[in-house]
């Protein structure tokens, strides 16, 4: 069974920038593409970015060059730096992964708030 563990949610002023973590068990994690997702109250779940086995990323249109996702395929880690961010960004991250469209995992969730 594979496990997800997120961490670096909290609160962030506009403006301010946060890196979230996730920390995979590694049961094919090498084979996977990795992704975060939110979901703020009342919204359904969106793909925040993901990052396949071998680099290529995809970014929402939201992001605009403020989030930046990587991966370290030894560690079995994959991270979210965010940039810049806005009331807007506030919701629960999620870490996901996905083996072949078939073994989907998701971790429990980090909330991020931004606010004054």
């Known amino acids: 069974q594979v496990q997800l563990v997120e961490s670096g949610g909290g609160l962030v002023q506009p403006g301010g920038s946060l890196r979230l973590s996730c920390t995979a068990s590694g049961r094919g994690f090498t084979l996977s593409v990795m992704g975060w997702y939110r979901q703020a109250p009342g919204k359904q779940r969106e793909l925040v970015a993901s990052i396949r086995a071998l680099g290529k990323i995809t970014y929402a249109d939201f992001v605009k060059g403020r989030f930046t996702i990587s991966r370290d395929n030894d560690k079995y880690t994959v991270d979210l730096q965010m940039n810049n961010l806005q009331p807007e960004d506030t919701a629960v991250y999620y870490c996901?992964?996905?083996?072949?469209?078939?073994?989907?995992?998701w971790g429990q969730g980090t909330q991020v708030t931004v606010s004054s």
């Open positions: 996901n992964q996905n083996q072949g469209g078939r073994d989907i995992y």
